[in-house]
């Protein structure tokens, strides 16, 4: 049951301000029936994309083509060429999508404005429920909603989504934006967003256009005085290919994402907003994503920061000129619109440049049927009634509960039924209904909804009593925790909601601590003696849960990430057994000194004498593992019959096949999944592949490369699953960024080691065959 709270639809993310370009705070649609415009052959829909684009271009003088390769470009009111908000977000729900005033807008249409729009878990959670489909129907959501907000002159076309930097390192402040650790997960969330949220593959009219960011190597906000927009990530060409560039592949490659972001950061001394071996040799020439459509956005400063934060160049000038002629098409900020034009004027870069990168924004907003009448085009047919519907509102409650991931459950403390127990909600989250619910980037929900008051209602039938604790998460004030373990004695069972927040981790901050913060442990180990304990961990990163673990009567432990709108049904409905959780960790649970033993500003992954190795295909000394969780029942996974594969694969059976080969099917295997509890319940099939004599040394624990979700598994009955395996996933990446299928005994491993999933040995044989030929830099 859903308790609603009422937001105030004043909280803000980050929005652009340009309030004097935007009358009424609307983005308008081009009027291609009246002169002047109509005279221009941009509004003449026979010609190409390409001549369309031109046209324009070609009309526009040099102060006038400056200005508008920005963010909030202005427009050319003697050609009726209006203003236009290239600045959109959309990493789990609309967010600073109208000018100057973000989601916060007030146009309204009958009785409904458009002043909020679903709000669904951070990434992180959609990472852990492992269900490509889902993340595919959000993103679907998502742009619907856009389409919607535009038509009524609220919001772009272009949304700045997904975030598809893995994340490497447990401090990192944005980890929640992405969906994990895994470069396969990573690659596949990216594809399935992208997907979704243009309509297509490469559609040739996008729904809207997706950006994926950020390009690339960034994952280091404000480590020990190292900060984003000057630091230079020292990464080899092996790990570049093999962990960091993957999901951009999937991106660009394959899903033909309609515009990428370079990021802050420079790539082994080479600013990514003026590398032309990243935005050029690997991005257009390599992934042949090279349409005149396709365009590049600076993060916001980053082109400034060229110059002034990375010091490349010997002015402001030089430096835009440098980003320009290496690719960025856009800047977000106004370093363009401030020199581009006199770097013109000192031969740093031609007008041709700025001919090229208009000609692609153009030629995107084209294809987005921009300049194009309404009248025929699906999209511009949606208004209010699909924005916040009923359908997008069970989508936020499916995601949330599917991500929520159960990491211990001595004595079958959970579910707590609904016999009449007193439960006691103890903790900073437990009654929190502040904007920290949503995580990063999140815009204004429709409604809110938190823990207790959920708990509260009758269907659940629970003696429900509460007592803060602590304020905030990184409270040391131990006031309060008399009263709480008081209460405490008086209680069946207690659920403590804390974990972190973004005090903690954020945009800009990276964390300095991986334990729990405050006194929180403190307070847990008080309640927990004298009743038994179930601790629900709310935010993006991981804490490390050793006492937790070891504490006999901690029974339970949660893990959920940001929730989103829907925070109070989703997290009840698992702790009462109303829905059952199946998500699995899509990070690994470092201990706490593992901070100590290597710096973020090592970007290797591989163990090494300073370094212990990153995420869990280098790193064994996890507290809780990549891909942990667990079920309120119990599931017998077997092979289904001759599921396993076969003994030998031949190498020369991919010589030949189309390109990209990585895609080529490897095999497709089969896994049975039984039911043998009481309970119905989803399961995720994970199926790692491990080899210790193919390839390059080391080799890694083991890989993931392929997984699968069986939706509502009924009790006493079995459900097939099958797991497609991509020989690109078999292959591994030499020195030079090559990926090659190299010849070696192989082991497939379902689920994690000490859960018992059935394993399959096979052997490659034949010569090695190199599946792409990595550029070099």
């Not at 990021?263 to 990514?272: E, F, M, Q």
């Not at 935005?279 to 002034?308: I, K, M, P």
């Not at 000194?593 to 004498?609: A, E, F, G, H, W």
């Not at 009790?715 to 990446?733: M, S």
Request: with cysteine; glycine share 10%.
């Amino acid at each position: 049951m859903r308790v609603f709270l009422l937001t105030s639809f004043v909280e803000l993310s980050l929005f652009p301000t340009v309030y004097s370009l935007f009358p009424n705070n609307e983005i308008p649609f081009p009027d291609c029936t009246q002169p002047p415009l109509s005279q221009n052959g941009i509004c003449d829909t026979s010609l190409s994309t390409e001549a369309r684009a031109a046209a324009l271009v070609a009309e526009l003088t040099l102060d006038e083509k400056a200005a508008n390769l920005v963010n909030n470009a202005p427009g050319v009111e003697r050609l009726g060429l209006p203003p236009y908000e290239w600045w959109n977000e959309a990493l789990h729900g609309l967010a600073g999508v109208s000018p100057g005033q973000g989601i916060n807008s007030t146009f309204t249409q009958g009785n409904v404005a458009f002043n909020s729009s679903t709000q669904f878990p951070s990434p992180i959670v959609l990472g852990a429920a492992f269900d490509d489909q889902l993340v595919h129907d959000i993103a679907t959501a998502v742009s619907t909603e856009a389409r919607a907000f535009s038509n009524h002159l609220k919001a772009g076309l272009d949304y700045w989504a997904p975030n598809i930097n893995p994340y490497r390192d447990p401090r990192w402040g944005r980890g929640q934006e992405t969906p994990g650790e895994d470069p396969y997960h990573v690659a596949q969330y990216a594809y399935n967003y992208v997907v979704g949220l243009q309509g297509g593959v490469g559609p040739a009219k996008p729904k809207v256009v997706s950006t994926c960011k950020h390009f690339a190597g960034y994952d280091i906000e404000d480590s020990n005085g190292v900060v984003r927009g000057s630091y230079s990530a020292i990464i080899s060409t092996q790990d570049l290919a093999e962990y960091y560039l993957p999901s951009f592949r999937s991106c660009f490659r394959d899903a033909k994402a309609g515009a990428v972001m370079c990021s802050y950061n420079a790539v082994n001394g080479h600013p990514s907003c003026a590398n032309s071996y990243m935005l050029e040799t690997v991005l257009r020439d390599h992934w042949g994503w090279n349409s005149s459509a396709h365009w590049v956005t600076g993060d916001c400063g980053a082109v400034d920061g060229v110059f002034n934060q990375h010091h490349v160049g010997q002015s402001d000038a030089q430096g835009v000129a440098l980003a320009l002629n290496n690719g960025t098409d856009l800047d977000c900020g106004t370093a363009y619109s401030s020199y581009i034009a006199s770097a013109v004027q000192s031969n740093y870069t031609t007008e041709a440049q700025l001919d090229q990168a208009l000609g692609r924004l153009y030629g995107s907003l084209i294809v987005l049927g921009y300049f194009d009448p309404p009248e025929g085009q699906d999209y511009r047919t949606l208004g209010a009634s699909d924005v916040n519907t009923p359908a997008t509102q069970k989508l936020a409650y499916t995601a949330l509960v599917e991500g929520i991931t159960l990491l211990k459950n001595d004595d079958n403390i959970l579910p707590i039924r609904p016999t009449g127990q007193t439960v006691l909600f103890v903790g900073p989250w437990a009654n929190n209904a502040s904007v920290s619910m949503f995580g990063n980037y999140n815009g204004v929900a429709p409604y809110k909804t938190i823990p207790v008051p959920t708990a509260n209602s009758s269907s659940y039938n629970w003696k429900v009593t509460y007592l803060q604790g602590l304020q905030y998460v990184l409270s040391n004030d131990t006031s309060q925790f008399a009263a709480a373990v008081s209460a405490a004695q008086e209680a069946d069972v207690v659920v403590y909601i804390g974990g972190i927040d973004e005090q903690v981790e954020a945009e800009a901050h990276d964390r300095t601590s991986i334990d729990w913060p405050g006194a929180q442990l403190d307070l847990i180990q008080q309640l927990a003696a004298v009743k038994p304990v179930v601790v629900v961990q709310v935010g993006g990163g991981q804490i490390d849960d050793s006492s937790l673990l070891q504490n006999s009567n901690v029974k339970g432990l949660l893990w959920m990430g940001y929730p989103g709108q829907e925070f109070g049904p989703g997290l009840i409905d698992i702790l009462s057994g109303v829905a059952a959780p199946a998500g699995r960790l899509p990070v690994t649970q470092y201990p706490a000194d593992y901070i100590n033993q290597v710096p973020m500003t090592d970007q290797s992954l591989r163990p090494s004498s300073s370094n212990p190795g990153r995420t869990y295909r280098w790193y064994n000394g996890s507290v809780i593992p990549f891909g942990t969780g667990l079920h309120y029942t119990e599931f017998n996974v077997t092979w289904a019959t001759g599921g396993s594969g076969k003994e030998t694969y031949d190498t020369a059976d991919f010589n030949d096949v189309e390109d990209p080969k990585d895609l080529a099917e490897f095999d497709t295997f089969q896994v049975n999944v039984e039911n043998i509890g009481s309970t119905v319940s989803d399961y995720v099939a994970l199926l790692f592949v491990k080899s210790t004599d193919s390839g390059p040394q080391p080799y890694p624990l083991k890989t993931l490369v392929a997984y699968a979700r069986a939706h509502n598994v009924q009790p006493g009955t079995t459900t097939t699953l099958d797991l497609k395996v991509n020989v690109g996933q078999i292959a591994r990446n030499d020195a030079n960024g090559n990926l090659v299928l190299y010849p070696g005994t192989y082991t497939l491993q379902v689920d994690l080691e000490n859960v018992g999933g059935p394993t399959a040995e096979f052997q490659v044989q034949g010569a090695e065959v190199v599946l792409d030929q990595f550029p070099q830099p």
